[in-house]
């Protein structure tokens, strides 16, 4: 089942966001778990996060927020974060997020991966079309 975080999720959360962190060789703070899941409750703040259970306990998370899209009248939307815990792989979840996230989008989903995650990969090349576009980025 894919749903809206809730307070309730938080413990099951911040294990599965940590996770996450480590798989991309990220030690995430308390502070950054602790402001991360604030934000992610905030409306004000413009992200927004789902969860996926299987038999009740919380295996996946999709961070994802939206804005204006300047190339249409209507909207753009980014997954920034997708996570499946380990033992969860390969039953759906992560199709199911994305599923979930695309009839919630009124314009175009787009998301980025590691170029090492091919495993992740495998999974979008059947979601989604691989652009062309390449991402830069620069740390203030």
């Known amino acids: 089942m ?5 307070l309730r999720d938080r413990d099951a959360w911040a294990a599965l966001f940590v996770a996450y962190g480590e798989f991309y060789e990220t030690a ?21 996060a789902l969860v996926a259970e299987l038999d009740g306990a919380v295996v996946g998370f999709a961070h994802y927020r939206s804005h204006p899209d300047t190339f249409s009248t209507g909207r753009d939307w980014f997954l920034d974060d997708l996570y499946t815990a380990p033992e969860a ?4 979840v992560a199709t199911a997020l994305i599923d979930h996230l695309k009839q ?12 090492s995650n091919t495993t992740a990969q495998s999974v979008y090349d059947k979601l989604a079309t691989r652009t062309t576009w390449v991402t830069y980025e620069v740390r203030a």
């Open 28 to 48: 995430f703070t308390d502070e950054v778990v602790d402001s991360t899941w604030r934000r992610l409750l905030d409306p004000t703040e413009g992200i927004d």
């Open 104 to 115: 919630l989008a009124d314009g175009t989903l787009r998301w980025i991966t590691a170029e």
């Open 89 to 92: 792989r390969g039953t759906g």
């Open 2 to 6: 894919i749903r809206a975080v809730e």
